[in-house]
């Protein structure tokens, strides 16, 4: 929340909080849960009550990298700490700007929030602006920022806003502490049925192998919640669940949840995502059945699709009928660059390509597709390499994470050739 004037007078007593002061990594728990590298921050004791903060982003281009200074001071409202920040500079791609530099009508506002101090571990939080509006009159607050008189302003947060005035938070770790978990831990602790705390969570767990907490989370999520905008959820918790279940190997389950969401929107034919999940749980028969089902559907084909169903041909010992089905689907196929040239390379019709894996592609999962048509066409060396590429580099959350993990276990599993009979 901001407000044009301060949440303090000279006349207040400012609150010294030595905890706050040093070198502090800023994370939320969006990338604490992505595993993401926090921003720096400084915090050096000024006046008392009062501290310069230094922030620097964690931005290796230069043309976005933006550094800020800022003084934030503390005040005691009731049994609760609230900060008042404003901007003293900031440099952005190296330029210096400072608020004298804004244009005519600019004015620099004070940002009003929540400050809990622990040892080594600062929680803090901005006030949710829809709150100011309901609980303000009107004619104190315009477009999210209070504009009433200072004593007003401690007036409305004198009593203690409830949770529901709690906008964003952010956390100060240590360096070199594990700040992750020890976010996830803190935001489960604080809202444990709170949607978008279980998303987050939920992913934190699947990255760090902590599958059955993964599953226990969402799970109690699909029980206590709808999906929606207002809600945190922007897609059916079902799948969630369906996802965190694929990586226990638990295929039915998935499956199920899967077609309970499906239920809610069924815009879209699922039996080809479906098919991808009998691939992953190795009964190619039905996957190779499904993908036809899709396809009568109307399901619009795709590289990813029409390499899945060649190789659930080739694994079953059809490779005949696997080659004319690539032949003729590849024939057929109308796509976009990027699909055609999967599609050409994945099945060896680019002569000398040698895979250059962006993180797109490796996150994607054209990687393991890739992986999968080199296998089916028996040049594991290629194979492999791509699925290292996605086990060193993707994102352990991601369905392409765990498509790798089970075609790596499977390529190890194959008897070696021996290169005596060839």
């Known amino acids: ?79 609760k700490t609230f ?10 791609a190296g330029k210096d700007v400072a608020p004298q530099d804004m ?18 571990f600062i929680r803090m939080a901005d006030l949710n602006a829809k709150w100011l509006e309901s609980n303000s009159p009107e004619a104190q607050h315009t477009n999210g920022v209070f504009t009433g008189p200072t004593q007003e302003l401690k007036n409305l947060l004198g009593p203690g806003p409830d949770e529901a005035a709690v906008g964003a938070i952010w956390y100060l770790c240590r360096p070199g502490a594990d700040c992750d978990a020890r976010v996830v831990a803190d935001a489960l602790a604080r809202d444990p049925d709170d949607l ?25 999520c699909v029980e206590k919640c709808q999906p929606g905008s207002d809600s945190g959820f ?4 079902h799948v969630y669940l369906g996802y965190a279940l694929l990586f226990k190997r638990d295929f039915a389950g998935a499956r199920k949840e899967f077609m309970l969401a499906h239920k809610q929107d069924s815009k879209d034919p699922i039996e080809g995502f479906l098919a991808i999940t009998y691939f992953l749980e190795g009964n190619y028969a039905e996957a190779h059945r499904l993908s036809g089902v899709a396809r009568q559907a109307g399901a619009q084909d795709s590289p990813q699709e029409i390499i899945l169903d060649y190789a659930s041909l080739v694994r079953m010992g059809k490779a005949k009928q696997a080659e004319a089905l690539l032949a003729e689907r590849s024939a057929k196929f109308i796509g976009n660059d990027d699909e055609h040239l999967l599609l050409l390379r994945a099945t060896g019709r680019i002569k000398d390509f040698t895979p250059q894996w962006k993180d797109s592609d490796v996150n994607e999962g054209d990687t393991v597709f890739y992986a999968i048509a080199r296998a089916a066409q028996g040049d594991t060396a290629a194979a492999r390499q791509a ?29 070696p050739v021996n290169k005596s009979k060839q």
């Open 103 to 120: 244009g005519d009508g600019m004015i620099s506002v004070h940002l009003i929030g929540r400050v809990w101090a622990q040892q080594d």
């Open 387 to 415: 699925l290292e590429a996605t086990l060193q580099r993707g994102d352990k959350a991601l369905p392409g994470f765990l498509g790798a993990t089970i075609e790596m276990e499977r390529l190890n599993a194959r008897p």
């Open 196 to 220: 978008h705390v279980i998303e987050g969570a939920g992913f934190f767990f699947l990255r760090h192998g902590d599958y059955d907490r993964s599953v226990a989370l969402f799970r109690h």
């Open 83 to 92: 900060f008042d920040s404003t901007l003293r500079t900031m440099k952005v």
């Open 1 to 79: 929340m901001a407000s044009v004037r301060p949440l303090y007078t000279s006349d207040d007593k400012l609150v010294s909080e030595p905890r706050l002061e040093g070198e502090w990594v800023s994370k939320t728990l969006e990338n604490a849960s992505a595993g993401e590298t926090g921003n720096h921050w400084r915090v050096t004791a000024d006046k008392p009550g009062c501290y310069t903060v230094d922030t620097q982003d964690n931005e290796q281009s230069k043309e976005k990298a933006r550094e800020a200074s800022y003084q934030g001071c503390l005040l005691n409202l009731g049994n």
């Open 234 to 237: 922007t897609i059916d918790p």
